[in-house]
């Protein structure tokens, strides 16, 4: 079982949960230029990704690439959640021999919605974090 697969279950398992709103520092993109594709677009161009595996969790379109050089998974927003159309993108690379997630996020919404969606998955991966060091 691959190590992203191990982090899928966990991100089932743990689901989404909201954590204290405080400022991130960034800017929220809600424009797409040829170098940012949006975050439908981005779905768009991952529907022609051979390597890419789609499910659906309460509505989050979420897809799984887990290939040599790339292990990421996309969490697209439901049509319902404030910040929809956003994704956040979660990569699993591993350094000095321990593994780290690195995430980016494209979000369509206000900076307090965005800001929310961020401290939301920031939470999810610390709990993935500590469920692996257990």
């Known amino acids: 079982m691959s190590k992203l697969t191990v982090i899928l279950i966990i991100f089932f398992m743990v689901g989404c949960t909201s954590t204290d709103n405080s400022k991130l520092g960034y800017n929220g993109v809600t424009q797409s230029t040829p170098d940012n594709l949006g975050a ?19 509505g989050w379109i979420i897809i799984n690439v887990d290939v040599a050089d790339e292990q990421a998974i996309y969490s697209f927003t439901p049509k319902s959640h404030p910040a929809y159309p956003s994704i956040v993108k979660r990569e699993i690379v591993e350094r000095n021999g321990a593994i780290h997630i690195d995430m980016s996020a494209k979000c369509s919404a206000s900076k307090a919605v965005c800001d929310e969606l961020i401290q939301q998955f920031l939470a999810l991966n610390n709990q993935i974090k500590q469920s692996m060091q257990r």
């Open 40 to 58: 439908l677009q981005t779905l768009e161009s991952l529907k022609s990704n051979p390597d890419a595996r789609f499910s659906n969790q309460s």
